[in-house]
């Protein structure tokens, strides 16, 4: 079942409800009355979709900033992704990526000063040897197309 809430459509399953994003780009459902954005990884032969606890003030940035809802996507894939190295494969066991270390990321991106997060970007950029902004750009441009 679908409803239509505002501007946000709002889709029930069950004990679930489905607040935000779809397909292979992250999402935010509400599961017993617990925000969960769910952000799919994938490198190589392994997929995996993450899971972590978001509040309230997380989930209306969210719907209401593009450009903050891309930085942490791409963002958090990025560090996602980069765990899937070569002693996890070895090991058989999923990596770890704690709610805690999720949390900061969030701190930053969604509610940080445009200031801290111009930063946040430049030492990223470094640490990891990309261009976040390129991908945040690609990233909603092709939000911002009609389906």
Not at 78 to 89: A, D, E, I, W
Not at 95 to 106: A, G, L, N, S, Y
């Amino acid at each position: 079942m679908t409803s239509k809430v505002g501007s946000r459509k709002i889709s029930y399953m069950g004990n679930k409800i489905h607040h935000l994003g779809s397909g292979w780009e992250p999402h935010v459902d509400e599961i017993n009355g617990k925000l969960i954005y769910s952000i799919p990884v994938g490198s190589s032969f392994v997929s995996l979709d993450f899971k972590f606890e978001i509040k309230p003030v997380d989930l209306e940035v969210l719907k209401s900033n593009l450009y903050r809802y891309s930085l942490l996507y791409i963002s958090l894939h990025t560090l996602l992704q980069n765990m899937f190295g070569p002693s996890s494969v070895s090991s058989g066991l999923p990596p770890k990526f704690t709610q805690e270390e999720f949390d900061q990321v969030v701190k930053v991106v969604l509610h940080s000063s445009d200031d801290d997060v111009k930063i946040f970007i430049s030492n990223f950029d470094k640490d990891h040897n990309i261009s976040l902004i390129r991908f945040v750009d690609d990233f909603q441009l092709k939000k911002m197309k009609p389906s």
